[in-house]
């Protein structure tokens, strides 16, 4: 069976802790074989350290993809969709991995971190690491709840995971991260319901805005799309909240059966309608990075190590 990683669908919790790779040319059979190895033990530390909901997924880069596992490739592997329109900006900024690990202990994130640095010792080098964490009540930093309107239970596998469509690679997801850079200080300057309106719900109790109240600049109308049969187009949205005294953000994370849903609607906040609507939550926070990667089941590792 092709067992999803561990981190994929996984509920939130407390910490975050992500890990950017460039791998050094070369060293690809033997970073598929540690990768074997990290994925097996990544899968047993969620089994060890279940109490605390430790959970972790490692993607390969879509511009890495055909160096590491040139024999096969998912069908819609492809590189993060760089945009710009105006003065707004998804910039691309490619890693060959990227290992993602939560638990509600940020000191077991540190001690499994530590241990995949050790493994990929002299075959890639850490080009960037972040730590998140859990905002009050599940909130982004802009002070609005973050992730009510994603898929629940079962329905997140179906929407996270690969199927039939792609036998070869069932149970891996296509993955898209950026990370968000807030102006907090201009964002704060806004008054309470000038901030709803630019996310399209209320702050305090969560209230979604009715259909009719909410403008067509607001972050849930610009990313709550439809396809042309009236169906929801979905993504699973791992993100968590980063940050110190001195910058803060959303690292925003994507799990996806296919790239095409997030690439939607990307464009749709960046580019916006043909009427000029963007979403104006952009015009308060910009995305420093931005990259596309591929994360396998547990049995694709397993079969492209030694
Ligand atoms: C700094 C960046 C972002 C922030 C602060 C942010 C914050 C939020 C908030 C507060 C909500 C409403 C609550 C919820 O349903 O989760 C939301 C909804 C949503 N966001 Fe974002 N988001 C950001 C970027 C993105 C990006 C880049 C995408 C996809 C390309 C995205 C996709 C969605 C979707 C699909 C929803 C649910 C819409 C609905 O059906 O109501 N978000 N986001």
Redesign the pocket.
Known sequence: MAREQSGISAEGNLHGQYLLFDCQEGNEAAIRNQLQEISHYLDEMAELYSDVAFSAFIAIGASYWDLLYPQSRPALLRPFPSLEQDDRHAPSLPYDLFVHLRSDRADINYMVSNEVCLMLEDLASLAHEVKSFRYLDNR?L?G???????PKGLHRQEVALVGDEDNDFRGGSYI?I?R?R?NLRKWNKLKQKQQEDI???TKQD?H?YSSFNKPKTS??RR???KDEQGN?I??L?Q?MPYGDMQEQ??F?I?CCRTPLN?EL??RS?IVGDNKGHYDH?LDY?Q?VTGAAFFAPSLRFFAANGQ
């Not at 609005?144 to 994603?150: I, L, Q, R, S, W």
């Open positions: 982004d802009t609005f709840v973050d992730g009510t309107e994603n898209h950026q968000y807030h996310v399209g719900r969560n979604e972050h849930i990313s709550g799309l929801p979905e993504i949205r993100s953000g959303l925003f994507s997030f609607m990307l906040m939550l926070t995305a």
